[in-house]
């Protein structure tokens, strides 16, 4: 069974700090893929990374940066310089790599970046 | 990235009537489609899987008889909640897999969602 745990649920920083939303997941498949996912007040889910499991490269996009441990079954989000239009609530979310696998979600942890 | 609409995005309906949800993928084809529940300050939960042509798989608690899946065409799936309690009340959000020009079969991505309110 796959499961995906995000520990934190509520987090509050005032804008221009960094701040690190954590997922832990675990699965049996050797391979896999792993997303993390905003939702924003208005509801719906904006895509921000898929991260296949092979690939343990950090990655980098602007203000966003995401650091996979494959050791520690870990794919962690860093959102540097905050901004209050970060604030969301953040999914992480696990799934098979077959094209019609279902996502397994966190629970998802509410960002407030404060003025 | 690509586009799925879903329709419409907010309805409220009266206890005991029927609500039809829509779900398109507009730039690419739809092999599998997701409907997912959401309730207020809670995760996703997978309620079932359709691919286009076939009956859809219904996770296990999930009525399949109250939630009535069409998946048609590589383009439009329907949700439709049948005789609706206020229980049902949920924000339910559908995702597409698939394949097309500006969609890989490794991404999911996911309708506006739609907030049902069963009075």
């Known amino acids: 069974a796959q499961k995906v745990t995000q520990a934190q649920t509520e987090i509050s920083v005032v804008e221009k700090e960094d701040v690190t939303l954590d997922c832990v997941y675990e699965t049996r498949d050797t391979t896999y893929y792993l997303f993390w996912y905003k939702q924003p007040p208005s509801g719906e889910l904006v895509f921000l990374i898929r991260r296949n499991s092979f690939d343990e490269q950090n990655e980098i996009s602007g203000r966003y940066s995401w650091n996979f441990q494959k050791s520690t079954s870990s794919f962690n989000f860093t959102i540097t310089a905050s901004q209050v239009v970060d604030s969301a609530v953040y999914f992480c979310a696990l799934s098979r790599t077959g094209a019609n696998s279902k996502l397994t979600f966190g629970k998802g942890i509410t960002l407030s970046v404060r003025p | 990235g690509a586009v799925v609409s879903q329709h419409p995005s907010r309805v409220i309906c009266k206890s005991g009537t029927s609500v039809k949800i829509e779900c398109r993928s507009l730039d690419f084809q739809a092999t599998t489609m997701f409907w997912y529940r959401q309730f207020p300050k809670q995760s996703l939960m997978l309620m079932a899987t359709s691919n286009e042509g076939s009956k859809a798989t219904y996770e296990q608690g999930v009525e399949k008889d109250k939630f009535l899946i069409n998946h048609a065409s590589l383009t439009l799936s329907t949700l439709t909640v049948t005789s609706a309690h206020p229980e049902d009340s949920s924000f339910y959000i559908c995702?597409?897999?698939?394949?097309?020009?500006?969609?890989?079969?490794?991404?999911?991505?996911f309708g506006q969602g739609t907030r049902l309110t069963v009075v």
């Open positions: 995702s597409a897999r698939g394949q097309g020009a500006r969609s890989q079969n490794t991404e999911a991505f």
